[in-house]
């Protein structure tokens, strides 16, 4: 019954969501009907299809999204002050080169900062931060934002223990665990590759226990047995007593850390006190985490003792002010109960890459930014003034800069004591708003680009253009190739090659067949699942790790460098927060409805949930706060106003407020879109890591 | 066991409301109507809390109260045993709304009353419903095909008017 008038285009979402699915657009008379999967595939656990989320779904009501930006926008009120003014491309063009050039002539190109994030990822070099860090590798040596807001910790962690970021194992050997710790882990809506949860949920059908450890009883909780609520910061705390259980009741892997590791030996002295004259008992650890000593010792028993068992650690634990020393315990943890290599188990890694499908990106040009700004808190290092040159011009694609790093008012703050702002953006987000340019940037089904997958995948995606470009609407790429033409590198930048001309180039010179991939819109890698550290485990000696014993490295000298202990000990936050004006600690996660702060702008996906604050039963009786009542989170860095979640699901002593709706301050300042990084801080942990789950706030009642 | 039925899987349920969406955008729905929702169900205290989530849609009931609701007859049963609503003979009186014990029939802008036609497009190419491939849990089943799971039925559901669904919890 195929209507002739339709067509089926595959398509995927660039986004940085935790997955890259399978999508089809169904298009009739030339207008997108509705979002689809391919419908014929077949779907088994040995070969499940890639199931998209609720976000990749509702592309078709982000398409006609009311606030879509359709022309080039110049500036001419206040920043913020939303007054916009149509004008042409030539002339958006024309302005935009010049201030390049004058910029550079002044104050040298470092006066430029180029800010990027991940608002659209993984295309080949087209899209996103990809298409302008080529642009000015072509250009001059600006100054960039860096840094990794994701999972830092957990690949300085990696780097040092492994010498190099390992992937975990591929999700199907989650069928053969018997236990599954879900360590600040929320797969239910962060995905973490596609079908992570539904692996879980066939584990578990299976006979595997799965255990949340969480501050919150999250939506993964419906996949769990048990739920442990922890203190959030608190887990190498939680670590450390585990393993204190296991190695004075002998049940650590013995063989594992004498071939397989190094330096077990400190970590030892550090779990029995041998230094401090502090065992790391569960007594120890009770109060710090919130667990009971009985429980933690349980604990520890069956994760040694249930083979094969899983630690799936989330990203949370490590965005926290001490997260290297989170990783480095809840990796050597995986070590000491021997999960290591064997399917089923799974080490505590963090990370993403498996080396990605054989294609590579648009290659770069010869000029690399000469000055880096960290990506969490490049605003202080600008409002502290001692920057030279200092920042005059922000050139900003893929990211809504002030909303999604930390301490958002003191972001606007840093855009304001610039001289020119010029964002890409498909919708008027609240950093497009203080910019001086915004440029429209089309959708994921207005363009044409090859995707790999997030991670913990190898596959590829065909993305092919479904519909014409709204409006005046253009890609990124268009737009640099024009501003490179009026620089004088256009053909350099372009080499000639229109978009889809450079996805055939790419794909031609890969092994990937074309037109299988071109029919199909994706091209997977299959097999037997894959497990981490299988080869060095098998074989160390053969297969040596990148570290300088080529062992797993428990004890990590590299540390010290960074002010942290040689080995994974709990350092406690506490001591830095003002627990008597601001005693809640906060959590800012993510959200499925959302990836980052993109899709905030799909009515469809935000008028699913309120945005609200989580708060206790318990922290909300004691301010007599009602559910549902309009309340204020609040500490130095700013105040949210925002309805009260009053929920049994959340730890007494922690609120939560979704990261990525957008920041919309009303007149006393007071941010009514629930922008949860108003109330984060910009402090790095010590080798530079975002510390989003280390803030304290209090809330109060505007009722009376 | 007659067809149409439909399974729904509690332990598996996430709530992540892809059926929801994949529903509306397939039925070109306006904002605010729903043919499919999920019902949040939470309780017990801290730290045992509770929570279910409960996808609710028409069930096409044996003895659907909605049928002889409808004064203009244009609340039908296919003889493929769905019930669907000519939207041509609908007056939009919203009887059928009202009679409905799940409230899942909606009243479009336009008000003419609409639900879950059971996807007869998806049927006519071979294919599972749009709610059931939607889901990235694989809750959702058709009555035909039972999940191979440790599974019981729930009785929760008040079936005097024979309601085609099974909803699935742990034993």
Known sequence: ???????????????????????????????????????????????????????????????????????????????????????SWDEALDVISSNLEQTRANYGAQAILHATGAGSIAGRGLHGAAASRRFFSYWDSVSATIGNQSNHCASMAATWMFGEVISG???????????????????????????????????RDRGARVILIDPRYTDSGILADEWLPIKPGSDAALAAAMAYVMETENLVDRAFMASKTSGYAAYQRYLLGRDDGLAKTPEWAAPITGIAAERIAELAREYASQRPAALLAGWGPQRTLYGEQVMRALITLSCMSGNVGLPGGEIASGGTRRGGPPIQGMPSGPKAPLRSLSASSWADEVLAGELDPPIKMAYIVATNLINRSANTNANKKALATMDCVVVHEPFMTPTARHADLVLPICTDLEHTDVVTSWGHDSHLFASQQVVEQAGESRTDYWILSQLAQRLGFGQAYTQGRSEVAWVEALVQSSPIDRQALAADGIWRTDGAPRTALSDYCADPVAHPLGTTSGLIEIENPMAEQYGLPRIPAYLAAHAEASTDEYPLQLLTPHNRLRSNSCLAANPWLQELEQHAVWISAADAKARGIQPWESIEVYNQFGVVRLPAYVTERIMPGVVCVYQGTWHRPVEDGVDEGGCANVLTSHRLTRTGGPTTHTNWVQVRSIAS | MTTPHFVIDLALCTGCNACQIACRDRAGLPDGVDWLSIETHEGGCYPAPQLEYRVVHCFHCEEAPCLPACPTEAVQRQGNGYIQIDAGLCIGCGACRDACPFEVIAISPEGIASKCDGCPDEAARGWDTTCVRACPMRALHDGTKLPDAPRVSDNALEDTIGPRVTYLRRP
């Open chain 1, 169 to 203: 194992s591929d999700r199907a050997n989650l069928l053969q665990s018997r236990l599954i710790l879900l360590w600040g882990m929320n797969p239910a809506e962060n995905r973490m590759g596609p079908n992570t949860e539904y692996f879980i949920g066939q584990a």
């Open chain 1, 1 to 87: 019954m195929n209507d002739v008038n339709e067509r089926r285009v595959p398509f995927t979402c660039t986004l940085d969501c935790g997955s890259r699915c399978e999508l089809v657009a169904v298009v009739r008379n030339g207008r997108i009907a509705r979002i689809d999967t391919p419908p014929g595939r077949e779907d088994t656990v040995e070969r499940p299809r890639l199931v998209p989320c609720t976000r990749g779904r509702a592309h078709r009501r982000l398409q006609t999204a009311e606030d879509r930006l359709l022309y080039p926008l110049k500036r001419t009120g206040l920043r913020g002050s939303d007054q916009f003014q149509r004008i």
